[in-house]
């Protein structure tokens, strides 16, 4: 079972949707949460963190958090074509000095 | 005004070479990291230096060998280049403490081992 598990996608939503990106996670001692973008050729970028359980909101993203079901997700609204990356979850756990567990990434497009 | 800079961003050479790639952050922060990530994407850790002390080390071929000569610098040396070296890597920094560690990354280098 992989660490961090994300579906590669891709997923395609229309612009002006909602986009619903999910990340699960295996390790109970999960302690933050980030959500990356990664344009093609750049570097990740992150967009949000989250540590506490229930939802965090920034904008257009909002960030969900529920450890008991070691489930995290990051909803876009009103998706925009410059959303269309690679979204990467990550999870950092404690007491592994502060390094991140990627998931492989979803891939997002947004068509016009 | 870069925050994680690294250089070279390309970097094409032959199996057996060695190569350095070299990253600077001017953030303050007190830990650097180094990532990998190969062509499916897939981002994973390789090293970790906090303060200039070396704190992850993942399973890594020792033909990578970090070095960071003050808390802004690290480096990363690679002996006898594989094929399988082929990737992009990212030097990242965060500041020490809290439970974020937002991590910052650098903006890659491409290596091709030919």
């Known amino acids: 079972q992989k660490e961090v598990e994300q579906n590669s996608g891709p997923l395609s939503v229309p612009e002006g949707a909602i986009a619903s990106l999910n990340c699960t996670y295996s390790?109970?001692?999960?302690?933050?949460f980030f959500w990356y973008r990664q344009y093609s050729g750049k570097s990740p970028e992150l967009i949000m963190f989250?540590?506490?359980?229930g939802d965090k909101e920034d904008g257009r993203f909002t960030a969900q958090l529920n450890k008991a079901s070691q489930y995290v997700s990051l909803l876009i609204r009103d998706s925009q074509p410059s959303d269309s990356a690679t979204y990467l979850c990550?999870?950092?756990?404690?007491?592994?000095?502060?390094?991140?567990?990627f998931g492989q990434g979803t891939e997002l497009s947004v068509k016009p | 005004d870069t925050a994680v800079s690294q250089t070279p961003k390309y970097l094409v050479t032959q199996m057996g070479n060695d190569k350095s790639i070299k990253c600077e952050q001017n953030?303050?922060?007190?830990?650097m990291y180094w990532y990998k990530q190969d062509s499916k994407k897939f981002l994973k850790i390789m090293f970790s230096?906090?303060?200039?002390?070396?704190?992850i080390n993942e399973t890594v071929p020792n033909r990578f060998s970090p070095k960071s000569p003050d808390k802004a610098h690290l480096n990363l040396h690679i002996n006898s280049l594989e094929l399988g070296d082929s990737a992009v890597y990212f030097c990242?920094?965060?500041?020490?403490?809290?439970?974020?560690?937002?991590?910052?990354f650098g903006p890659g280098t491409r290596l091709t081992v030919t």
């Open positions: 990242a920094s965060s500041p020490l403490g809290g439970a974020s560690y937002e991590q910052y």
């Open positions: 390790d109970r001692g999960s302690q933050s």
């Open positions: 989250i540590y506490s359980n």
């Open positions: 990550a999870v950092r756990v404690y007491n592994q000095g502060g390094k991140l567990i």
């Open positions: 953030l303050g922060h007190d830990t």
């Open positions: 230096y906090n303060n200039k002390e070396l704190i």
